[in-house]
Each structure stands twice: as C-alpha cells, then as structure tokens.
C-alpha cells in the first residue's frame, strides 16, 4: 500500500468536512425561511452560529489532539459529525413550529432555531481542521506548512459546498436528500480513516 | 444573452425609468430609485436607470390610474368577492393598489404588507400611501405574517401575493405550503390574486402548485406585459357570466382606475391546462430563483 496515502485520506477527508459544513450553512437558509422568512437577519443567525461553533470547535479539536491523536479518533469526529446532522430533517419542523409560537420577534427566533439545530454538529466539524493538523505535523519547522496546507484544502472544500450546493444541487435534489447525501458522505469518510493504517510522518514529509 | 432575459427586456422597456431622478435611497434589501417625468412618478429597485425596471407607477395628473395590466386584473377581482371587509396586500411598492381596493371597497379594511421599511417610507413620502383607519402597514416577512394571522384564525376575503425581491417572487413564498397557508386565512368565498410572470420557466412548476393547494384557478395573461395574474379560490370561483353583471355596479370607479373589463375578460382563462402535477415547489424543494434566471 502507498505510505502516502493516509496522509492523503486526512486532506480529501478535510476537503469533504470543509464542503458539508458550507452545504449545511446554505440549506439552513432554506430550512428557516418558511418559519422566519428570507429576511438579512436570518442569515446573520445561522452565520453567527456556525462561526460561534467552528471557533469553539477549533478550540475543542486542538485540546483533543493533545492526547494520543490517531486516525481512529478522527474518524470518529466525521462519525459523530454525521449522527448529530440525522435528527435535523426530523426535528426542524416541530422545533420551528414551537419556536415561533413562543418568540414573535424572528430575530431571536431564528438565532434559537439556528443554535439548537446547527450548533452542535457544527462544533464537532470544526475539531476536524486542528485535529488533522497535529496528525500530519512531522516536525516544529514544518507546523506552519501543514496548517497552511489543511487550510487550503478544507477552505477550497467550503468553496465547493457553498457554490455546488447554492447553484446545483438545491435544484436537483429536495432538502431532506441533500440533508442524506452530506451524512452519507461523512459516514463514508468515517469509515475510510478508522481503515486506514497509522500515517507514517517519515515517509510523508519526504 | 439568453432567451428569456430578451424577451422580458422588450417586454419591461415600456416601463423601464425614464425622466428625472428625484430621491435615492439604499435599504437593507436594495436600491430604491423614484423618477418622474412630465407625465409620471415610479419606483424602481436599481440606482442604474437601464436596468431598473419599475415596481410602481403614478400618473402625475391623474393619480387613480393604475398604470401596470397586473394591478387592474388584480383590482378587476371585486367582481368576484362580495362586498370584501378584509383585504390583505403582500408587497407594498407604491401601494397604488391600496388606493384602488379602497376606492372600490370603501367599507373594508385594508392591510398591507411589506418586508422593507425603506418602500414603506418612500411610498409615505412620493406616492401618498393613505395613513387612515382604515389602512394598517406592517414592516415584516410576508411569510411570517401569513403564519401568524393563521394562528390567530385571521379571514381575509381578498389577498394579493405581489411580494418579489428583485428577480422574482421569493422561493419561500412560492411553495404549496405557502399556498395552503394563504389559504387557511381565506375567507370562505375569498380570493387569493398572485403576479406572476407568464415567460418564466418555473410556470409550469407554479401552475401544478397552486392547482395543488387550491384545485381550480383562473389566469389571465396580461397583453401589454409579460404578467400572469392567477386567480384562485377557497371554493369554485364564480363564473364569468356572473362577474359580468356585477360591471355595471363599478362602473365610474373603473373609469377612474383605467380598468376595462371587456379586456380583462378577453383575457381570462378559466381552464388552465397542468402539464405536469408532479412539478410541485415545495419547502423542501423550491430551486425558484435559479430556474427563473434561465
């Protein structure tokens, strides 16, 4: 087998966890408009949520990759990412319909839908980035370089996510199935980096 | 350049600004221009004078008129409620359309509905939005508003869906959950009006969604525009025989608004024809602006 190639799984994996973070900012817009309208407000909810949990998220991934960091652990992050994005399609429409009864003002109502639907998944994706950069540091020197590398392929994702999502994909496919393919997708990745043999950093750095 | 964006500029030339700019005003949503010529005022949503088509128009001396085909088709719909108490109006522009249902609905009460403060404001200040009694204008989401009247079991005998934000309407106010939402605060004999537009490619996905809320409906594909005005009821709406008898009733108001009902009933379609009922939008699949831009 390469020697490269589960160092390799970490970027395609961090571009795949760039691109469903953006796919499901998009769709929250779709989500919430029926409830709390199209309105500025509700994307400066679902934006302020989504930065609120990727900054404690980055947080959270670089304590976590103090101990004992392996690949095992990091597929865990795409697993657990995957099961807390399941009960979304199921839980939006009562949670809204409660929500709005209760809060007239579609501000807060909105930065309340966004909080308790996006804010945890969003948290555990956004381990995913500092984590991957202490699996692919070899060296003190070389820190910089793989975060800038990282950064670039996860960033390049997110651009992805946001342009295929908002031009393409919500045309061709209904909000619960893109909701499926981005689980789908990260289950996947999951499962590709708990298969993968320990990254070897001598050999990748060369 | 495409199609459709042809077609729809010969269409909006007639009513694309001309004459002088006298007010500017940038809002959250977008860019409000009034023009006046010698003959007319308008709102449009563009600071650029080419593209910025007009949203609403006044006749300088004769104020009544309703300039646009889509507002007299939609004001022509009190033949067929009787004597309205409630009317609901989503998407302010210039609110020529509140001054017509109150010219020929003297007794009802009107609510307007309007997502930008700054149209509200401009349409005060340039186009002599009555601040009455018997006229309420709420700054919020058509959306949300809908929803909430339903929760407060709201009926409303006419309601006009005139909300768009630029392109075209919104894609969560174009929905079947919308529609049945509209629906719910209908009167039992009320009607709901919607502007559409007849060139868009999502035509056929509107008509298979409002058949889908509301059954049958009637259309009337403007002459002098590129409007589909889709008229659609909570029960059968009346016939054109029995609309027509009510002209006489109306008749100097119509004058006044520039309303001639023989066109408007050359016009009316009362059978629309659903190529595919399958192509409902939906919340959960509503690709409306995307579609439209094609």
Redesign the interface.
């Known amino acids: 087998m390469n020697k490269k190639l589960p160092a390799l799984s970490v970027y395609f994996a961090s571009i795949v966890s760039g691109f469903v973070i953006m796919g499901v900012e998009l769709i929250a817009g779709?989500i919430l408009?029926?409830?709390?309208?199209?309105?500025?407000y509700v994307w400066g909810s679902i934006i302020t949520v989504f930065m609120l949990a990727l900054s404690i998220g980055y947080l959270l991934g670089g304590k976590w990759s103090l101990s004992d960091p392996s690949l095992k652990k990091l597929s865990m992050l795409y697993a657990a990412g995957a099961i807390l994005l399941l009960p979304l399609p199921f839980l939006g429409q009562p949670l809204m319909e409660a929500l709005?009864?209760r809060i007239e003002d579609?501000r807060y109502g909105s930065l309340l839908t966004s909080f308790i639907l996006f804010f945890p998944s969003t948290i555990v994706l956004g381990m995913i980035a500092p984590y991957a950069v202490r699996l692919l540091t070899v060296s003190t020197q070389e820190t910089g370089m793989t975060a800038g590398k990282l950064y670039f392929v996860s960033t390049l994702g997110s651009a992805l996510g946001t342009i295929m999502t908002s031009?393409y994909l919500?045309?061709v496919?209904?909000?619960?199935a893109l909701f499926g393919g981005f689980i789908g997708i990260l289950l996947v990745f999951a499962a590709v980096l708990y298969f993968m043999p320990a990254i070897d950093n001598q050999e990748t750095t060369s | 350049m495409n199609k459709w964006l042809m077609l729809l500029t010969a269409i909006l030339l007639s009513s694309v600004c001309n004459g002088k700019v006298i007010h500017k005003e940038q809002s959250l949503y977008r860019n409000i221009m009034v023009t006046e010529s010698n003959k007319k005022r308008c709102m449009g949503f563009s600071f650029r004078k080419q593209d910025s088509q007009n949203q609403s128009c006044k006749l300088v001396y004769r104020p009544d008129y309703l300039v646009f085909d889509y507002a007299k088709i939609s004001a022509a719909s009190i033949l067929a409620v009787e004597e309205p108490k409630n009317i609901l109006i989503l998407g302010l522009g210039g609110g020529s359309l509140v001054e017509a249902f109150h010219e020929l609905a003297p007794q009802a009460t009107i609510t307007s509905v309007e997502i930008d403060e700054a149209v509200i404001k401009v349409a005060k200040n340039y186009f002599d939005l009555p601040e009455a009694d018997w006229h309420k204008v709420f700054a919020v989401d058509g959306r949300i508003f809908v929803k909430r009247e339903k929760l407060k079991k709201a009926q409303y005998d006419i309601i006009i869906l005139d909300a768009f934000n630029g392109d075209y309407i919104p894609a969560h106010m174009m929905t079947v959950e919308f529609l049945r939402e509209v629906k719910s605060i209908l009167s039992p004999n009320g009607l709901a009006i919607a502007n559409t537009f007849s060139t868009s490619k999502l035509k056929k996905y509107e008509s298979a969604t409002y058949a889908k809320a509301f059954g049958k409906f009637y259309q009337f594909k403007g002459r002098h525009s590129g409007n589909r005005v889709i008229w659609a009821g909570n029960t059968d709406l009346p016939t054109p025989e029995k609309m027509k008898e009510k002209i006489p009733t109306f008749k100097v108001q119509f004058f006044k608004l520039g309303i001639d009902p023989d066109y408007i009933f050359d016009i009316l379609e009362t059978e629309v024809e659903i190529n595919d009922p399958t192509k409902i939008l939906t919340d959960d699949y509503a690709p409306v602006n995307i579609l439209n831009e094609k």
Not at chain 1, 33 to 40: D, L, R, S
């Open positions: 779709r408009a029926p409830y709390f309208g199209g309105g500025i709005f009864v579609p031009f919500v045309m496919f209904t909000l619960p």
